[in-house]
């Protein structure tokens, strides 16, 4: 069973930083896309950063590019977001999710808050 367990969120004030983890488990994911989406209040979800788990290609929404930076751990079978240079519009409950492609994703993670706020 395929298990995605994101930890990290809080409340972080504009420009602050913080590290999302994704702790996944239940197969190997050599070939698989893993990636980060976040889903803000009343907004649909959108794509945030994915990253091939086998080579370590990245992929970034042009909103958050600069900013923030994709991993992964492959000994630890952990992928990882760091965020910098927070904005208020960065607030919402972000995903970690696993695909064979870049825009089909098969798992999802339970989500994590991130708010940022004065």
């Known amino acids: 069973q395929v298990q995605l367990v994101e930890s990290g969120g809080g409340l972080v004030q504009p420009g602050g930083s913080l590290k999302l983890s994704c702790a996944a488990s239940?197969?190997?994911?050599?070939?698989?896309?893993m990636g980060w989406f976040r889903q803000a209040p009343g907004k649909e979800r959108e794509f945030v950063a994915a990253i091939k788990w086998s080579g370590g290609r990245t992929y970034y929404a042009e909103s958050v590019k600069g900013r923030f930076t994709i991993s992964r751990d492959n000994a630890k079978n952990t992928l990882y977001l760091q965020m910098n240079s927070l904005k208020p519009e960065d607030t919402a409950v972000y995903y970690c999710a696993a695909g064979l492609t870049t825009i089909a994703y098969d798992y999802w993670g339970q989500g994590t808050q991130v708010t940022v706020s004065s």
């Open positions: 239940g197969r190997t994911f050599g070939s698989y896309y």
